[in-house]
């Protein structure tokens, strides 16, 4: 084993190096344990995101360890020893950093094996998911890098953990932000919620570049010698200014974020639907349910004859033809539903705040399901009610729909 | 072997850590001499290229420490002690020197020997695999000086070694100077006190409030402002540093 890798093995099993890990290795499993399973759509990204979501806690532990590390270094002079050495004050803290970083990694392994274990996806992932390993990585390569510069300078030894917080609560709060700060925050909640969401690759490499940028301009601070750092810095305020213009002008809809698939998994041939390949498995309920259901409502209002799911014919997420299927083939009641969905979508892009709008939206369903599947789904209490509406002919019945519809826009 | 020239370091816009220094000694063993605050590590931050100047000329041993390939050639060649070491006490004796060794950039086919040999030279080859916390402080003292020898330096840099010594591990820290100046190996001493300057330099640059007060032979430096009065040991030497500082002090007033 060479002398560096010997220094960083060292560092690694050092008192300091496995409390590090301690800590690293148990924010990641109370954070992978007390979320609950990602609703995992249809690709990995869900399952990389969840991972991704587990930084907030681990980040911050790596940045206050190596703030700390590097404290220990200078305060004990090995700095200063260093600093008079061929590798210098920076690279004689570097099995240092190096220990602390691949221990939040180690954590960052954690959280992918929880959710890569709770997800319901099999098969290897394809390669945009896998993006997110490599913005986790810059990440976590920022907070040691942050961690590294707050330890050169800051000598009181209530900085390590003030970083960590700062860091907490700045990443925190930006994983619940819009536009610019929810773009710049390489932590995006409400990604786990579309199902049908893979990171967008412009997106994702404009991030870990300024991720990049940031923790090279951080690491001018340690760095000795006036031209590297000179170098360093104008290097990485080129490359920040050049991620931050890309993230400025990429601002995708979420159908948007994932490319068409060149050949869609299809079925049926009077009404067709089309589903992402990895799905499937789950076109023979769907094609099942939607023909059912099409035939069945086809007197009544216009019904389309082609669904697919969001972004494979259509740039938009909801309407007539946009079919979501249920994650799992097991549950028929939810193929009805899901079904349902893509012929009858809410008639308005937002749902009115008016309670007689929803009702009629309501009603809607209830007589859809009704003439679907027959009379055994309508409420106990509105029965009689729908039995009238039923028991009128076609134009009775297509002009109540209609009349119903308008409603649930009014 | 130590050349200086309008040297200068300052380490912020009002804080100058060196003012204008100007010097060349050379001998085997040169101590660098002055009360706190005068600028002595500065100076041996720069003798250790752990630091540029920010302006003027320096030389060590031929070569500028400013310059890139230079100074890394300065660093190779280089054994130094800083003012403050503190091994980390969990560390053991072979981890520590390994470390040092990478550092140094020791050969990985030759370290195992180098870093025998500085135990040897130094009387520690029974404690390799000793926790440092388990060490008395001498002990600690003889592997701080034996970390210097891992790479075989041609240059011995040590900051204020001595202090916090008793008179016994005074006196033997000493002799492991003169071991190493008898090795052919050229010692660099900063320390406040005169009588270590007596013991072992040859030539002495005595520094106060960042400025060069006077470069030359320890013999002069007890012959500033008059004869001695008791020409042998430390005492001279001690009485024409006194002078110095006076003399400076007065000017400053």
Redesign the interface.
Known sequence: M???L??LR?ELT??AGLLVGLLSVTVALTTGLMRMPPPTGPSWSATFNEALLGLVGLAPVCAGAVAWLVQDYQ????A????????G?V??AL?RVGAALLWALAGYLVLLLISAVRTTHRGLPDWPPLLLVLLATAFLAVGAALGWAVGAVATVRAAPPLLGVALFVGVYAGSYGDDWVGRLTPVDRMAVYRSFLQPHVRLVLAQVAVLAAVAALALCVPL???LARRWTGLSAAVVLTGAVLVLSKTDPDPTEIRAAPRQPACAGSGVVVCLRPENADLLAPSSMALSAAAAALAPYLPVPMRFSEPGIDRRVDHGPGVYVPPPEPGDPLAFEAAALAAILPPPCPRRVADASATMAYGDVLIWADATVNGPAGIPAYERQRFARILAQNVPGQREWVQRHLTAACS | MLAASHLAYRYGPRRWGLLDGHFSVGGPVVGVLGPTGAGKSTLL?LL?????ATSGTLLVSGLDPGERRQR?QL??R?G?????????P??TVG?FL?????????P?AG?GQAIADSLLATDLTELRDRPVRSLPAGTRHRLVLA?VLVNRPSLV?L?EPLVGLGPEQRAQFLARVAAMRDDGTTVVLATPLAADVAAVCTEVVVLAGGRTLFSGTTAALAGVGGPAAHPAGPAPVLAGYHRLLAGAGAVAG
């Open positions: 060479s002398p560096g010997r220094a060292a050092s008192r305060r004990r002079g090995i200063a020893l260093a600093g008079s050495s061929p590798r004050a690279g004689g099995p000795a010698g006036g | 931050a250790t290229a752990a630091r540029t890394r660093r190779s280089l130094f002690v800083p003012q403050s070491l503190s091994i980390h969990r560390q981890e390994a470390y040092v060794g990478w550092l140094r950039r020791v990985a370290l970390q840099v900051d």
